[in-house]
């Protein structure tokens, strides 16, 4: 066994990798020294996903990061693969990546070869390395932004960046890297399989059959697959090249081409194998593009947690519009109630509750009181704008401050909530006017 230097701890949410890049930054040994000093092995300064070795380093560091399989669990790309394997073939995988047999256990999993580009480069947010450098002194690669999915760092809505080039106990910045080019039009895409990647996180076990019933319920909720039983695999291709779903996955995986397969969503929904976690996450995403992140997410850990005992109930609670707050369904409706209401009277009007019962589904699911704050913003706006417009209509030789005065409430809230909109009306006033109008309409003081 090699000599070690000192161990820094494990930060939290940094990959296994992440601590390997930082304790060589704090040796100053070569690649190799470091490698060969923690791991046992030289393949390891470039395997960021799951650094094998791992029986050696618990060795070598007498067990000073805690358990090799929890290590592996939680510190590495299997976070996300592990959730789908059941139970007993769990501990024969992490065994074979302990043992440092990662290519049986890669086949075993269904997962690609970390050599292939950009869809397995490590990847970073670059304001969460700013700010880990100016806070930590150096920056981390974060395991959630290494989950199949995260394309996007949710706590700044900004595409993540992706090492290029050679990694060698490399820390982002350390290494040539370039951004993800995700379009306005499917950022909310991204931020959608992003937060599905997350719950991930959660999730010790993934009821891969529940997972493949909600989304056949919801493909027929959608219109998709009238009949379940029959899906048309060309048909379902077709839907899902109409959405932002198809256009963000060439531009994130440019590396895979299974995207490109028509039979792809056919295979995930109908085989009885689990199909990788990109997939569902995808599908996920893609059938849930009608809802909020938060809903769309939560309705996945759901599904996901869904025991077989409480099947039948759990799947009435998730899909019966009628039925509980918090499923995709009633929380779509609860929504279109609202996207139509000026009042809450109106919304549990429409919905055929009581005012009370609408108040408590509010305060348990906080993304309809987001939703509800949000179209009072709009109605305030349409209120306002409908008052100014109304005023020029009836004064067309008005001036600005005739304007300002008539309609004070509005023109201010359009002044801190709309400008756009307020400048486009105002546009209206003309900018100059006769001399004779000017010393009859507003004389000098
Ligand atoms: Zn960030």
Redesign the pocket.
């Known amino acids: 066994m090699e000599k070690i230097g000192p161990l820094p701890s494990l930060a939290p949410g940094e990959t296994l990798y992440s601590w390997g890049a930082k304790t060589h930054a704090l040796w100053g040994w070569s690649a190799r020294q470091t490698s060969l000093a923690l791991f046992g092995t030289l393949r390891t300064s470039h395997s960021h996903a799951i650094p094998p070795g791992l029986t050696y380093l618990a060795r070598a560091t007498a067990d000073a990061l805690g358990p090799s399989r929890a290590l592996l669990a939680e510190r590495t790309v299997l976070a996300a693969y592990l959730p789908f394997v059941a139970a007993e073939k769990r501990w024969q995988i992490e065994q074979a990546f302990l043992d440092g047999q990662a290519s049986r256990a890669r086949m075993l999993l269904g997962m690609r070869s970390t050599k292939t580009n950009v869809t397995h480069a490590p990847r970073y947010?670059e304001?969460?390395a700013q700010e880990d450098r100016s806070e930590l002194g150096y920056s981390r690669w974060l395991v959630k932004h290494q989950l199949p999915g995260s394309w996007l760092?949710r706590?700044?809505q900004?595409p993540l960046s992706f090492a290029v080039g050679p990694l060698s106990w490399a820390l982002p910045f350390r290494v040539g890297s370039s951004t993800f080019s995700i379009s306005d039009g499917d950022l909310q895409a991204a931020s959608r399989c992003a937060m599905v990647a997350d719950e991930l996180l959660k999730l010790k076990q993934v009821n891969v059959h529940a997972l493949r019933q909600a989304l056949l319920k919801r493909l027929s909720v959608r219109g998709l697959a009238p009949n379940p039983d029959r899906l048309n695999a060309e048909s379902l291709h077709r839907a899902f090249k109409a959405t932002s779903m198809s256009t963000l996955l060439p531009a994130t995986e440019p590396g895979a081409c299974w995207w490109e397969s028509p039979a792809w969503i056919h295979k995930s929904l109908s085989s009885h194998h689990p199909s990788q976690p990109i997939k569902w996450i995808a599908l996920w995403s893609w059938l849930h593009d009608d809802v909020e992140p938060e809903i769309c997410a939560r309705a996945f850990f759901l599904a996901a947690t869904e025991t077989r005992e409480n099947a039948a109930s759990a799947q009435m609670e998730l899909w019966d519009a009628s039925a509980r707050p918090g499923s995709v369904e009633s929380t779509a409706r609860v929504c279109d109630a609202m996207a139509c209401s000026r009042t809450l009277e109106e919304v549990h009007a429409r919905l055929g509750v009581g005012r009370r019962v609408l108040i408590r589904w509010m305060q348990e699911v906080p993304a309809l009181s987001q939703r509800w704050t949000v179209r009072k913003l709009e109605f305030r706006g349409q209120l306002a704008l409908a008052t100014v417009d109304a005023y020029l209509r009836e004064h067309p030789g008005a001036w600005k401050k005739d304007v300002k005065n008539a309609c004070t409430a509005d023109i201010r809230w359009l002044e801190r909530h709309d400008t756009v909109a307020l400048a486009e009306l105002l546009r209206r006033i003309p900018a100059t006017r006769s001399p004779q109008q000017h010393l009859v309409m507003d004389p000098p003081s």
Do not use: G, K, P, S
Request: net charge positive.
């Open positions: 947010c304001t969460c760092c706590v700044h900004r």
